[in-house]
């Protein structure tokens, strides 16, 4: 059994292999994810963000790779809806029940409507935080669509 957290438990749960990597967190790294791909000797194409959204002003959750940014007319497109902005981080620590740097797609407190970006599919496996900060798993990109119900889309900008 791994340390557990919502994120492992619910893989756990879900029956999904995944493998823990942990990193010294660095809060002052600044882009916090190129820092854990760099950390952890990982290519940043297959290490994955979890950023939280406001779809039409409802919750949403992308993942994609952690040097690449999102665009939010993408995003929006994606899920249906007109417009899309990040959701303030208070929000997202309480929708979710993570602390930002530390936001899974997995096991969240409430369950929402979820994208993976389609380069995921090209990687051998994918990197995605674990629910905590420093604690990530790695999984096969099937797996993460899974157990989060994903759609996957072009979403980079």
């Known amino acids: 059994m791994s340390k557990a957290t919502p994120a492992t438990a619910a893989l756990e749960k879900a029956g999904i292999a995944f493998t823990v990597i942990e ?3 660095d809060p002052a790294a600044g882009q916090t994810g190129n820092h854990a791909a760099a950390s952890i000797g990982e ?18 959750c992308v993942v994609v790779p952690v ?4 665009s939010m007319k993408k995003v929006a497109a994606t899920f249906g ?14 929708n ?6 530390g936001i899974s ?6 369950r929402v409507r979820t994208a993976l970006a389609q380069e995921a599919l090209m990687q051998p496996y994918v990197i995605i935080n674990g629910g905590k900060r420093g604690y990530l798993v790695r999984l096969a990109a099937a ?3 899974a157990v ?8 980079l900008a």
């Open 143 to 145: 797996d993460a669509i």
């Open 96 to 101: 979710t029940g993570f602390r930002v740097g």
């Open 43 to 60: 290519e940043p194409a297959r290490v994955f963000k979890t950023l939280m959204v406001l779809v039409d002003g409802k919750p949403a």
């Open 23 to 25: 990193y010294r967190y």
């Open 148 to 155: 989060t119900g994903a759609i996957t889309a072009d979403l």
């Open 67 to 70: 040097a690449e940014s999102i």
């Open 105 to 110: 797609p997995f096991g969240q407190r409430r």
């Open 81 to 94: 809806g007109k417009s899309a902005e990040m959701m303030p981080p208070a929000v997202a620590e309480r």
